[in-house]
């Protein structure tokens, strides 16, 4: 499986209808709902914001809606070219403005079809590497040189919280984390250990 390196987008306007469809990043299904919202709240003048995502290692959680367009005609189209490009842990929208003129069940299931090809076709995306979140709490005197080890087996830091001593946030690839486990523990003697979210 691979997943969205970024976000994209692609155009494309059927007997005057104008169909704007957008791929972005999400990790769950409320964040598919959030981000939806956000589409809605930013495209108000459109008639529809249809939309298709796929989550998960396997893209086993997937979910779509017509937004008002005839059953069938856009969500379920949308979500079928998703299903077939081998991403996960991505949400296609596709919003339309009418132009006047009705396209029919046949012509709304090649736009919303062609739309979503168009931009799945502009969307980069690398690998899926499973990562794992974890933290660590280290005395100040230790901060930085865990931080450096950190970075340095290639973790995302995430958030740092200082207080009697500091807390770093991240995700790391799950093939590092025992180096990540080994690094922490020989930096403070033994002292400090990686807390790891399940």
């Known amino acids: 499986m691979r997943i969205p390196a970024g976000p994209a987008s692609a155009e494309i306007e059927a007997k005057r209808s104008r169909f704007l469809a957008e791929t972005f990043p999400v ?3 409320e964040e598919a709902r959030a981000l939806l919202k956000a589409q809605k709240e930013k495209y108000a003048d459109a008639n529809h914001v249809v939309h298709a995502f796929a989550v998960g290692k396997t893209a086993g959680t997937l979910g779509c809606s017509d937004d008002g367009e005839p059953s069938g005609t856009a969500g379920r189209p949308v979500l079928e070219v998703l299903k077939g490009s081998g991403l996960t842990d991505v949400m296609v929208t596709v919003t339309r403005w009418f132009g006047g003129t ?3 069940t046949g012509g709304l299931v090649k736009a919303y079809t062609e739309a979503a090809k168009a931009v799945l076709a502009a969307t980069e995306s690398e690998e ?3 990562r ?3 933290s660590v709490e280290v005395g100040y005197e230790l901060y930085e040189r865990a931080k450096r080890a950190m970075l340095a087996l290639g973790a995302e830091i995430g958030e740092e919280r200082f207080g009697t001593g500091v807390t770093v946030g991240g995700r790391i690839r799950s093939d590092d984390a025992d180096a990540l486990e080994r690094e922490i523990t020989e930096l403070s003697a033994g ?4 807390v790891w979210e399940e």
Do not use: A, Y
């Open 27 to 29: 990790s769950t299904q």
């Open 132 to 134: 794992r979140t974890f």
């Open 191 to 194: 002292r400090h250990g990686v």
């Open 128 to 130: 899926l590497v499973e």
């Open 102 to 104: 009705l396209l029919g």
